[in-house]
């Protein structure tokens, strides 16, 4: 069974920084891209960042662009969300996700239906 556990979120200043981490187990993580989404209060989920299997590819929405960074450790099992100039607007849980495909483009893995497997997500809260 693949499971995700999410952490490193919390109560933050605007400007802050945060690093969030996903642990995966019960699959092949190095095989899969990753993605993290986040969902404000009645809101829609939002892609926020992937990462391709190797690390080597990253891809973000134009949002988050120069200030977030995803990055993954493959002997570790883990993908990490860099966090810099924390906005109001950053307030809401955070999700990291394994993609269904091993081979799409991650350009592509941009909506909620292109990942399978969800982490019980983490809360961020920006206080301006």
């Known amino acids: 069974q693949v499971q995700l556990v999410e952490s490193g979120g919390g109560l933050v200043q605007a400007g802050d920084s945060l690093r969030l981490s996903c642990a995966a187990s019960g699959r092949t993580f190095s095989m899969y891209p990753m993605g993290w989404f986040r969902q404000a209060p009645e809101k829609e989920r939002e892609f926020v960042a992937a990462?391709?299997?190797?690390?080597?590819?990253?891809y973000y929405a134009d949002s988050v662009k120069g200030r977030f960074t995803i990055s993954r450790d493959n002997a570790k099992n883990t993908v990490s969300l860099q966090i810099n100039s924390l906005k109001a607007e950053d307030t809401a849980v955070y999700y990291c996700?394994?993609?269904?495909?091993?081979?799409?483009?991650?350009?592509?893995?941009?909506?909620?239906?292109?990942?399978?497997?969800w982490g019980q997500g983490t809360q961020v809260t920006v206080s301006s």
């Open positions: 990462i391709s299997w190797s690390g080597s590819n990253t």
């Open positions: 996700a394994t993609s269904r495909s091993r081979h799409r483009p991650i350009a592509t893995m941009t909506t909620p239906f292109e990942y399978d497997y």
